[in-house]
């Protein structure tokens, strides 16, 4: 089992930076690949990035692909999100998961079973 706690949202204006950090606690981080996802007020949960395990696979959200930069450290058990050139339509709460499931990066959110409390980014136009 493995603890996810999210740091790094805020408010933000349109087009600056903002990098999210995603701390796990438990054993076995290396053995879960892992995602973020956002939820904006009124919607589903979206995709956004994930890795894999080894961290050599990525997968992103065409929405957000060329801007978000997802990575991770299974040294330091974290897994961060490189936010670049944001927009207001990026405005969620963002999720942290764990897969134990999977080897590579997937965007099915059913294959995560562990998930963090959330963190909120706003941005500004």
């Known amino acids: 089992q493995v603890q996810l706690v999210e740091s790094g949202g805020g408010l933000v204006q349109a087009g600056v930076s903002l990098r999210l950090s995603c701390a796990a606690s438990?054993?076995?981080?290396?053995?879960?690949?892992m995602g973020w996802f956002r939820q904006a007020p009124g919607k589903g949960r979206e995709f956004v990035a994930a890795?894999?395990?080894?961290?050599?696979?990525?997968y992103y959200a065409n929405s957000v692909k060329g801007r978000f930069t997802i990575s991770r450290d299974n040294a330091k058990k974290t897994v961060s999100l490189q936010m670049n050139s944001l927009k207001p339509e990026d405005t969620a709460v963002y999720y942290c998961?764990?897969?134990?499931?999977?080897?590579?990066?997937?965007?099915?959110?059913?294959?995560?079973?562990?998930w963090g409390q959330g963190t909120q980014v706003t941005v500004s136009s």
């Open positions: 438990g054993r076995a981080f290396s053995t879960y690949a």
């Open positions: 890795i894999s395990r080894s961290g050599d696979s990525m």
């Open positions: 998961a764990a897969d134990p499931n999977s080897r590579g990066a997937s965007s099915d959110y059913t294959r995560y079973d562990y």
